[in-house]
C-alpha cells in the first residue's frame, strides 16, 4: 500500500466521520481515563497491565500467523467478560457503589455542627494520651447496615463521656468499632472487614486493618487511636494517614459535618441562617481573642514571679 492510498483512506474515513463517532470517542476516552485513575496506585493496575501484555502478544502472534499461541489467547480472552469479572470482583463493586453515590446537594444544613466535631476531638485526643485503642467509622453515602448489624445498636447523642466510656477497656462495647451515622452514635462493637494486602505495614494492628477494610467498600472515613502508642490516623478510599494533629484532625472532622461543598448550593436557604453562621463564626473569633490575652497575661504574671 502507497502513501497515497493511505491519505485517500484517511480522507474518505474523515468524511464519512459523524458527530455520533466524536461522541463515542469522546466517551470511551473518558471512561479508560477514568479506568486508569481508578485502578492508579492499587494492584488492580498491575492486572491490567498483564491483560494489556496478552493483547499485544495476541495482536503479534495474528501478525505472525502463530497458530498455537492464537488459539489458546483467542480462549482465554473469549470469555473476557467472566475473566474480567472474576479479576476486578472488588473494583466493579467499590465502582457501581461510587456511581451509586452520586447525587446532588442543594440544600444546606441549617445548623452547623461545631460541638459535634469539639466533643469528638476531645474524645480521640482524650484517648490519644491515655493510649486507649479506638475505631470510629463516620458513614457517608453508603450505608454500613450490614456492619451494624454486627454490633449493638445504641443511637445516642455524640458526647466525649460517652465515647471514652465505650472505648474503655474491659467493658462490653470497646472491642470493635463504633458506627456514627446522622451526627449520632448509632452502634458499637461492630466487626468490619480486614484489609487483606500482604504489603501492610506489619506494625500495623487489627484496627487499622480493619479501618483500611471498610475505607475500600464504602466512602466512610475511619478514625483510629493506636492501643500501643497513642497515634490518631484514619483511612479514606483505601489509605491510612497516620500521625494525625490537632489542626488535621479538626479540619477533617469539619469537612465531614460541615461539607463545604454545599456552600455553593444556596437555592433554599435563607438569609438569616448566613447571618447566623457569620455571627458565631465571629463570636468564636472574639473568644479565641480574648482566651489569646489571657494567656500572654498569665504568661507576663508568671514570668514577673
Known sequence: MSLTDVLDAISVGFTQFRIQDLIEILILAFVFFKLMQFTSNTRSSQVLKGVGVLLLIFIVSNLLNLMTIKYLLNSFLVSG?????????????????????????ITQRSTPSFEIVNQLCLAIENMSRRKVGALIV????????????????????ITDALIENIFEPKTPLHDGAMIIRDERIYAAACVLPLFDDPNIARELGTRHR?????????????????????????????????????????????????PSENKGFLMFNTKKNDENTIEEGKEAEDDAAKNGRHKKKNGKRKSDK
Open 81 to 105: 467478560i467472566v475473566v474480567v469479572v472474576v479479576l476486578f470482583q472488588p473494583e466493579i463493586r467499590r465502582a457501581l457503589e461510587r456511581i451509586g453515590r452520586f447525587r446532588l446537594n
Open 138 to 157: 463516620l458513614e457517608r453515602n453508603t450505608k454500613l447496615g450490614d456492619y451494624v448489624q454486627t454490633g449493638t445498636v445504641i443511637d445516642a447523642e
Open 210 to 258: 480493619a479501618a483500611l477494610g471498610i475505607s475500600t467498600v464504602s466512602d466512610s472515613i475511619t478514625l483510629v487511636v493506636s492501643e500501643e502508642t497513642g497515634t490518631i490516623s484514619f483511612s479514606q478510599d483505601g489509605k491510612l494517614t497516620r500521625h494525625v494533629d490537632h489542626d488535621t484532625l479538626e479540619a477533617l472532622l469539619n469537612d465531614h459535618f460541615n
